[in-house]
Nanobody, 122 residues
Framework: QVQLVESGGGLVQAGGSLRLSCATS????????MAWFRQAPGKERDFVAA????????YYTDSVKGRFTISRDNAENTVYLQMNSLKPEDTAVYYC???????????????WGQGTQVTVSS
């Protein structure tokens, strides 16, 4: 059974940092693209960042460039999202996703985690 399990969310003050983790199990994601999305209350689930397991290319939405970094640990089958200089508008549930290629829309991903809440206070 395929599983993506996020962790690392929490409450942080504006300007602070958090690191989210996405642990994968149940199959080999070595040829997959891994992405982070986020969904604020009453809003759509939006693309945040993505990376291929087998390549170093990374992709970000404009609002997080220079503040967030996506990375992976192939040995641990884990993807990370390091979030620095957090802003109140970063508050959302953050989801990890896996798919066959990098897409900036949620429909491109077949596997999803349950989400982890990130709250940034002003």
């Amino acid at each position: 059974q395929v599983q993506l399990v996020e962790s690392g969310g929490g409450l942080v003050q504006a300007g602070g940092s958090l690191r989210l983790s996405c642990a994968t199990s149940g199959r080999t994601f070595s040829n997959y693209a891994m992405a982070w999305f986020r969904q604020a209350p009453g809003k759509e689930r939006d693309f945040v960042a993505a990376i291929y397991w087998s390549a170093d290319s990374t992709y970000y939405t404009d609002s997080v460039k220079g503040r967030f970094t996506i990375s992976r640990d192939n040995a641990e089958n884990t993807v990370y999202l390091q979030m620095n200089s957090l802003k109140p508008e970063d508050t959302a549930v953050y989801y990890c996703a896996a798919g066959s290629a990098i897409y900036r829309t949620k429909g491109g991903y077949a596997y999803w985690g349950q989400g982890t809440q990130v709250t940034v206070s002003s």
